[in-house]
Every structure is written in C-alpha cells, then in structure tokens.
C-alpha cells in the first residue's frame, strides 16, 4: 500500500508559479515511477508529467511542456511539479499517482491522492 498527499493547490494569476508537492508513504520501493494528472471541472482526467523513480528520467504532455518541471526528492520520498507561465486552462484538481510500469495512461496508476485545487484567474 502506498499513500500519496498532496499539496500546494491554491488561486493564482495567470503567467504566475506554482508548485505541488507529493509526499509518499507505505511501500513506496514497489513503485516505478509517479506521475502527475489533472482534472478540470466537467472533463477526463488527464496526464500531465511522469519521472521514473530508477533515473529520473521525465515525460511531459504537449500542453504543458516547457511550462511545468517534474522532479524528485529522494531522502523525503516527494515528487514535485513547478508550474511556471498559468494559463487560465490550467484550472483543474491536479492529482500524484503511482504505477509500476512507464506510461501515461491513466487506468495504468492504481494509487492515487486526494488531489490538490489550482485555480489560474485572468
């Protein structure tokens, strides 16, 4: 069992910074990689970034790269996401999972936290 909890969530401007936090707990050796979602209010779930914990090796989607970094901190079992450049469309639930292989589809990630709320305004 692995407990992830998220943070960071808050209201910002758009073209400000964020970052979310992902603290990991429980048998977190039995995890390949982390990923991050998000999900805006009357659509799917949808991936954003994924590090795989063996060589930090990251994967981001188009709509976000360039914009957001994924990274890791090994010694507090965290996994971050900084969000530079907020776009209002980046209003969503943003949530940390776990899987055990390297993708980005989201029924491959089977432990999820409690998401966390951003919310860019204009």
């Known amino acids: 069992q692995v407990q992830l909890v998220e943070s960071g969530g808050r209201l910002v401007q758009a073209g400000g910074s964020l970052r979310l936090s992902c603290a990991a707990s429980g048998r977190t050796f039995s995890s390949y990689a982390m990923g991050w979602f998000r999900q805006a209010p009357g659509k799917e779930r949808e991936f954003v970034a994924r590090i795989r914990w063996s060589d930090s090796s990251t994967y981001y989607a188009d709509s976000v790269k360039g914009r957001f970094t994924i990274s890791r901190d090994d010694a507090k079992n965290t996994v971050f996401l900084q969000m530079n450049s907020l776009k209002t469309e980046d209003t969503a639930v943003y949530y940390c999972?776990?899987?055990?292989?390297?993708?980005?589809?989201?029924?491959?990630?089977?432990?999820w936290g409690q998401g966390t709320q951003v919310t860019v305004s204009s």
């Open positions: 999972a776990s899987t055990n292989i390297l993708t980005t589809r989201v029924s491959a990630y089977y432990y």
